[in-house]
């Protein structure tokens, strides 16, 4: 299968290995050599690189390898690739950039690795890709060094990006965040593999992936990217962040990736209609696709969110931003039960407040979280809880994230933290990440991506509905209101 030469090769080849350090050739065989594959490289004048024998070409491997990664020059590409056909391989990544995204002469170039694979089990990420990373097999092609750019650790996520700087920032914000990762994949150029192979493909029952997040800038084949999306539903959600909105942003995308963005407007409706979660920054990507990926995801659609606070303008904010449909996400403040405040008086301080936003002090304890969590989560009103912690205040320590874990996992309703004072907290939200509780360095950011969990649901309900309908896929080229085309989903 494709998804197996391309995240979990038994044999690579690293060709363009350098004995060169600051050579990218280099770098990549040096990541290649952490994987779980056996590697290869193949230079066709060195003899030994990091204590390896070198091979002179591709041909003269002893097997077939199952992914071949290309560190040279635009320009051998198209003879290396044949020479990947006749070997066999499975995979091929060139990594280089002077492709279609320059010009007529790179177009030319491309042209001729279609030809090359054109009928044979052969397949092509890219080229101009940053390539591929998988945590959990060791697999890391990235050409930027591993002591530059942090890689995340293994874990359900999968990344897809169109733009090498853009997957460089979502690997970058994924590791920080302690978000682990499944595959992270740069699409490049498109000529062979493209998005909506790769969503089918992660989403297979069996896959270690439990969330797909994209970004792009236009669509390879937006048809069969939807139709798939529409598929899984409900199971894998997909989160695309879609660039080139305006005039001048589609126009930057044409010169970026040589590829046309569409009106913004038309996307806009078809991704709600096929269940795709829209975003609109990287962040705000990664953070959702890390509420989805932890969070149980309700049956319905819900609303009804119970706040837990230390500080009473965190409470105030935070009302604002989950009432607000103009600068929040419209979203309700959980109305408590008279039992449910009787209870947590029991709990918080004489002076405090235990409506909802339920404001613990700056007397807030370990136990008072714990204590406060369990009574709201047990209030048939409250559909999911965000907590939000300043773990500097004196009766207060790390113990409060194990015990944020503990309820979080008890009712099956959402559960998302905020852990303020960034320098402190990096580390503990890291660790709340791993308890399986998504943990946010902002109020906004965990209110705006716990609101994607609540409505998921719907969005994903109106996908099967249209499923089930018998609805069929958006033509390749219809009219202004339609799909299509015009809608910029096919480039």
Known sequence: ????????????????????????????????????????????????????????????????????VLTTPAATVPSLVRECVVKGVGAVIPIAGGFGETGEEGRKLEAEIKEAIRGTRTRVLGPNTLGVLNPAHGLDTLFLPDTRLPRPAAGSVALISQSGAVGATLVATAASMGVGVSTFIGLGNRLDINEAELVREL?????????????????????????????????????????????????????????MAGPDRVVDGVLRQYGIVRVFDDLELVDTCLALALSPVPERPARRVAVITCA????????????????????????????????????????????????????????????????????????????????????????????????????????????????????????????GVPAYPSLWRAVRSLAAVLRYPGLAGRARAGLRAGLEAPP??????????????SS
Do not use: C
């Open 203 to 259: 989403s297979r029952p069996g896959s270690p992936t439990s969330v797909i997040g994209l970004y792009l800038e236009s669509f390879s084949d937006g048809p069969a990217f939807v139709e798939v999306a529409r598929e899984i539903a409900g199971r894998t959600p997909v989160v695309l962040l879609k660039a080139g909105r305006t005039a001048t942003g589609a126009r930057a995308a044409s010169l970026h990736t040589g590829s």
């Open 312 to 435: 009473g303008g965190q409470g105030v904010m935070l009302s604002d931003y989950i009432e607000s449909t103009t600068r929040g996400v419209g979203l309700e403040m959980a109305p408590f039960s008279e039992g449910t405040r009787l209870r947590l008086r029991e709990v918080v301080p004489a002076f405090a407040s235990v409506a909802n936003p339920v404001d613990l002090t700056g007397q807030a304890s370990v136990p008072m979280y714990e204590q406060a969590l369990q009574v709201v989560l047990e209030d048939p009103a409250v559909d999911a809880v965000l907590a939000s912690v300043i773990l500097q205040l004196p009766y207060m320590n790390e113990d409060v994230l194990p015990a944020i874990a503990r309820q979080a996992t008890r009712y099956g309703k959402p559960v998302v933290a905020v852990l303020i004072g960034l320098k402190d907290t990096q580390e503990p939200f890291r660790v709340l990440n791993g308890m």
């Open 1 to 68: 299968m494709l998804i197996d030469s391309l995240l979990t090769p038994r044999s690579v080849a690293a060709v363009g290995a350098s004995p060169n350090p600051d050579k990218i050739g280099h770098i990549v065989f040096r990541h290649l050599l952490k994987s779980r594959a056996t590697v290869y490289p193949v230079h066709p004048t060195a003899t030994r690189i990091l204590d390896h024998p070198v091979w002179p070409s591709v041909t003269s491997l002893p097997e077939p390898v199952d992914l071949a």
């Open 476 to 489: 390749r080229s219809a009219g202004a209101g339609a799909f299509g085309e015009a809608a910029g989903l």
